[in-house]
């Protein structure tokens, strides 16, 4: 299995830009999740979708802010506009959810993000 | 979900074992510890998760206290790869919508 794939790798735009992030988590895991990291906030938690239904949007920062997944297979991250302050790694991840607790999250490598 | 607390950061010297520890005093019943690593400019990696009983896999062994109040990471023989910052998670199981927030870990360093 090839993983979590997240593109792209880096992403550097100028403010007011539209931003679309992109995700394929892992075949035969119905729950995915966009984290975002930064040196002052750690990772946060933005939006987890389970069965590609959004169950928690509390962490995506504004409106500027939107996430899709519109089949197992993939979700976007979409900033618009963007602004310096969204500049971060991004990251999304897969969850193959069972009868037992299972909180074992498959990470990809992230997109990092710049806006200037 | 109870609260976590973790030194900030660590070293530990190449070939011994890093014992990494985690206060939880306010763990309830039904939560888990979990342990997360992530290297630089990865993604967070999954380690090992256990409730009460002692753990064990390929990466580490989690060691719980019988009060559940504290746990640590044992990772038996460092290298210099697993230099890292390390996440210590506790989750409650609620049905299939959960979601996982990591603090600020500890920042293990391994050395020659």
């Known amino acids: 299995d090839a993983g979590v794939i997240q593109s792209p790798r880096h992403e550097v735009t100028e403010m007011g830009q539209e931003v679309t992030l992109r995700c394929k988590p892992i075949s035969g895991h119905n729950s995915l999740f966009w984290y975002r990291q930064t040196m002052m906030r750690g990772l946060e938690l933005l939006i987890y979708f389970n069965n590609n239904v959004p169950i928690d949007d509390s962490g995506m920062p504004e409106d500027r802010f939107s996430a899709k997944m519109p089949n197992a297979s993939f979700s976007t991250l979409k900033i618009q506009p963007s602004e310096p302050r969204d500049s971060a790694v991004y990251f999304c991840?897969?969850?193959?959810?069972?009868?037992?607790?299972?909180?074992?999250?498959?990470f990809g490598s992230g997109t990092q993000l710049s806006v200037l | 979900d109870a609260k976590t607390t973790q030194p900030p950061s660590m070293d530990c010297a190449e070939g011994r074992a890093a014992n990494l520890p985690c206060n939880h005093s306010?763990?309830?019943?039904?939560?888990?510890v979990y342990w997360y690593r992530q290297i630089h400019s990865q993604g967070p990696q999954y380690i090992i998760h256990?409730?009460?009983n002692n753990e064990t896999n390929e990466m580490a062994s989690l060691i719980i206290t019988e009060d559940r109040k504290s746990s640590t990471l044992i990772l038996p023989h460092a290298t210099l790869r697993d230099t890292a910052v390390y996440y210590c998670i506790v989750r409650s199981r609620t049905g299939t919508a959960s979601k996982l927030t990591f603090g600020t870990g500890t920042r293990l360093q391994v050395t020659l």
């Open positions: 306010t763990i309830s019943g039904n939560e888990y």
């Open positions: 991840a897969s969850r193959a959810t069972g009868r037992e607790t299972n909180e074992k999250l498959f």
């Open positions: 256990g409730l009460k």
